[in-house]
């Protein structure tokens, strides 16, 4: 599949105009629901609704094995056979024997996941239903990506917000009528479910195409191969979620959780475009016209992210207050390095496609492997001493190692301007630790801290950008 550059410019705006205005909406009523399940359910309940809700959101990435990004390259080649339907079906088969057979293992240690991981010995009932979330939500979120696999925006878009509408709407219902933390995860089964009706019936063409044994074993072992990327920093989030509900209890996680979610607002856009960007870029040839492609968006990608990190650190306090209430104001102290984490992650995804191409998977799951054991290590030493406030700066120092690893890794198969780029990323990190220091001041906290922290985070980026200085010999 050979895209003219034109072309590749007006498909990537009217995808990304799709995904954008689905990804606004989500967002948007994602952040309606936050104040009331945040006021009904308190510090306390509301970091369970966390810990269940990310390990279930956890163990689905995990069950899906990272098989889309093998199986959109396996379409765009079979577009012109017989059977171009066939990668797709055998994707959707993938993911729902995976998921089911993760949910049928794990059922059996819902004691364990609740007493171990969580630190809540009395919250077995809610891990149970927790692992019951995982194959409905796979399954649903499966037979929805084949819409973004066969580049169908507009059905994507609206089979994902007919998905999170019912869930929520579900989850908010059983929280009002006294159901607690309990009712959000049945709220979360039940709208999945309707989605996953629903999504059957806009893919049934490829649910009618049978698959092939050896294409779906290809695709499996393909994923995984990017499985540590997609699963890496999200275990490194929940390693952080039970490191605080075991020092600090559930308020801290509730904390945690808000803080994250003001920060997924930033990558609308930049979510938008990485969606649309995967197929196109997983179609195209290796060459050196993709990789001034890859460039130009590298660039463009990450500059307009790390600005949009900075606005949103600034402005996290007053949003906090105004979101969750007066009783989550410690998620202020997270914010900002949780923001330019979200930049990097979302500008590491251009050089993720790039690896595709170059066949470079175990790349992606080095970098992503290295940065997550990064951050989880940041937070285990920093937390005993600086309690949440070790949380954000933690984040950033391991999104910045992995991008770092993976940038090296992939060089030659992306041209862009690499002096320029991490300039704008050691004055974004720098910023954004100045902007933590004036979050610590307001909020009370010792302001030396961020000075130190400050200090820590401009040296580290400032490595980065030596590690990955210009390359001449690079086109």
């Known amino acids: 599949?050979?895209?003219?550059?034109?072309?590749?410019?007006?498909?990537?705006?009217?995808?990304?105009?799709?995904?954008?205005?689905?990804?606004?909406?989500?967002?948007?009523?994602a952040l309606l629901t936050v104040p009331v399940l945040t006021r009904t359910l308190g510090p306390g309940d509301y970091g369970l609704v966390d810990l269940a809700t990310s390990t279930a959101a956890l163990l689905t990435l995990v069950a899906m094995l990272s098989a889309d990004i093998p199986a959109t390259r396996f379409h765009a080649l079979a577009a012109e056979e017989k059977a171009p339907l066939r990668p797709v079906s055998s994707y959707v088969w993938v993911v729902g024997i995976a998921s089911i057979l993760l949910a049928a293992i794990l059922l059996p240690l819902s004691s364990v996941l609740a007493e171990r991981a969580w630190g809540q010995g009395d919250e077995v009932p809610l891990a149970l239903l927790t692992l019951l979330l995982v194959p409905v939500s796979a399954i649903q979120a499966a037979l929805a990506q084949t819409q973004r696999i066969m580049s169908r925006p507009r059905t994507f878009a609206g089979l994902s917000l007919l998905d999170l509408v019912a869930q929520l709407g579900l989850a908010v219902l059983l929280v009002l009528l006294?159901?607690?933390?309990?009712?959000?995860?049945l709220g979360f089964i039940g709208g999945s479910l309707i989605g996953l009706v629903v999504a059957a019936a806009a893919s049934l063409p490829v649910l009618r195409t049978r698959p092939d044994r050896a294409t779906a074993t290809a695709i499996a072992?393909?994923?995984?191969?990017?499985?540590?990327y997609t699963i890496a920093f999200v275990v490194a989030d929940w390693i952080v979620r039970t490191t605080l509900a075991n020092a600090l209890g559930a308020a801290a996680v509730a904390s945690f959780g808000v803080a994250l979610r003001l920060t997924s607002a930033l990558s609308l856009v930049g979510a938008a475009f990485s969606m649309a960007w995967g197929p196109v870029g997983l179609?195209?040839?290796?060459?050196?016209?993709?990789?001034?492609?890859?460039?130009?968006?590298?660039?463009?990608?990450?500059?307009?992210?790390?600005?949009?990190?900075?606005?949103?650190?600034?402005?996290?306090?007053?949003?906090?207050?105004?979101?969750?209430?007066?009783?989550?104001?410690?998620?202020?102290?997270?914010?900002?390095?949780?923001?330019?984490?979200?930049?990097?992650?979302?500008?590491?995804?251009?050089?993720?496609v790039a690896a595709g191409i170059a066949e470079r998977g175990s790349r992606v799951a080095l970098a992503s492997t290295v940065g997550a054991l990064v951050q989880v290590g940041a937070t285990l030493v920093g937390v005993p001493l600086l309690g949440l406030a070790a949380v954000g700066p933690a984040a950033l120092l391991g999104r910045a190692v992995s991008f770092g690893i993976l940038l090296v890794s992939v060089r030659r198969d992306v041209a862009y301007a690499r002096g320029l780029l991490m300039a704008v990323g050691v004055a974004a990190v720098a910023a954004a630790l100045l902007l933590q220091l004036r979050v610590g001041s307001a909020s009370g906290d010792d302001p030396m801290r961020w000075l130190a922290a400050l200090a820590i985070g401009a040296v580290a980026a400032i490595v980065t950008a030596r590690a990955v200085a210009p390359d001449r010999s690079t086109p």
């Open 178 to 185: 006294g159901f607690g933390a309990s009712g959000v995860v």
């Open 283 to 352: 179609a195209r040839e290796r060459g050196p016209q993709t990789s001034r492609l890859f460039g130009r968006a590298l660039l463009a990608y990450g500059v307009a992210s790390a600005g949009t990190a900075l606005v949103l650190a600034a402005l996290g306090p007053e949003v906090i207050r105004v979101v969750a209430g007066g009783g989550f104001g410690d998620a202020a102290l997270i914010l900002p390095g949780l923001a330019l984490a979200a930049a990097f992650a979302g500008t590491e995804y251009v050089l993720v």
């Open 1 to 29: 599949m050979r895209l003219t550059e034109p072309g590749i410019r007006q498909r990537l705006v009217r995808d990304t105009a799709w995904y954008g205005v689905s990804a606004a909406l989500a967002k948007a009523l």
């Open 221 to 228: 072992s393909d994923g995984l191969r990017f499985l540590p």
